[in-house]
Antibody
C-alpha cells in the first residue's frame, strides 16, 4: 500500500525541541522530493520545508528557517524534521507530503495523516 | 512570503459552475508554471486535484479544471455536486526552493 506515516508529535514546551519522522512505503522513496506542510487547528495550509530525492536541494519557509532542519534517509525510506526553539505559533498538525517529482514539482500527491505538535508550557 | 490570496468562501447550487481565484505575485505564480490545487474535506488530509497549472492527476474528475493568467490562477468546478463541498487551496512554487499556499476557500453547495 502506498502510504506515508508520521510520528513524533506531542506536547512540548516553548523553546524546546522535537523531531518528527515520516515513513514512506509502496513507492520508490529516493525518486521523489518530500515536504513538510503544517496546518494549525481550524486554519489553512502552510508549506514548511522540502528536500529533493538526493538531499541536494533543500528549502525552508521564512517562518522556520534557522530553527527547523529537514533531512531524509533513503535507505530507511524516512523523512525527518528537527524542530528547535519551538514557539507557540508552531503548534499545528504536521503533514509529510510526497512530491510528484524528484527535484521538486511542488505538487504534493500523497499525504500522511499528520502528527500534532502542541507547544505550551 | 505572504500567502496567495483566495476568496474566503464561494457557493453555488448543484449543477452550477463556480470559479475560485488565487492571486499571487511576479515572484510565484507570475514566474513559474507550478501552480497546484488541493481539496480538503473536514477532518481529512488534502488531496491533489490540479498540478502544473492545468493538469489533472489520474482519477480526478474532469469537472475540475484550472487556468493561469499572469500573477493569478483559477480553479473551476463544473456541474457542482454535494461531494464538492470542501476547502480548496492553491499552491505555487515561489523560488529559492520554496512553496506557498493560498489562504483557502470554503466551497458551499447550496
Amino acid at each position: 500500500e502506498v502510504q506515508l506515516v508520521e510520528s513524533g508529535g506531542g506536547l512540548v514546551q516553548p523553546g524546546r525541541s522535537v523531531r518528527l519522522s515520516c515513513s514512506g512505503s509502496g513507492f520508490t522513496f529516493e525518486n521523489f522530493a518530500m515536504h513538510w506542510v503544517r496546518q494549525a487547528p481550524g486554519k489553512g495550509l502552510e508549506w514548511v520545508s522540502g528536500i529533493s530525492g538526493s538531499s541536494a536541494t533543500i528549502g525552508y519557509a521564512d517562518s522556520v528557517r534557522d530553527r527547523f532542519t529537514i533531512s531524509r534517509d533513503n535507505a530507511r525510506n524516512s523523512l525527518f524534521l528537527q524542530m528547535d526553539n519551538l514557539r507557540p505559533d508552531d503548534m499545528a498538525f504536521y503533514y509529510c507530503a510526497k512530491d510528484r517529482g524528484p527535484f521538486g514539482d511542488y505538487a504534493f500527491d500523497l499525504w500522511g495523516q499528520g502528527t500534532l505538535v502542541t507547544v505550551s508550557s | 512570503q505572504s500567502a496567495l490570496t483566495q476568496p474566503a468562501s464561494v457557493s453555488g447550487s448543484p449543477g452550477q459552475s463556480i470559479t475560485i481565484s488565487c492571486t499571487g505575485t511576479k515572484s510565484d505564480i507570475g514566474s513559474y508554471n507550478l501552480v497546484s490545487w488541493y481539496q480538503q474535506h473536514p477532518d481529512k488530509t488534502p488531496k491533489l486535484i490540479i498540478y502544473e497549472g492545468t493538469k489533472r492527476p489520474s482519477g480526478i474528475s474532469p469537472r475540475f479544471s484550472a487556468s493561469n493568467s499572469g500573477t493569478a490562477a483559477s480553479l473551476t468546478i463544473s456541474g457542482l455536486q454535494a461531494e464538492d463541498e470542501a476547502d480548496y487551496y492553491c499552491s505555487s512554487y515561489s523560488g529559492r526552493n520554496t512553496a506557498i499556499f493560498g489562504t483557502g476557500t470554503k466551497v458551499t453547495v447550496l
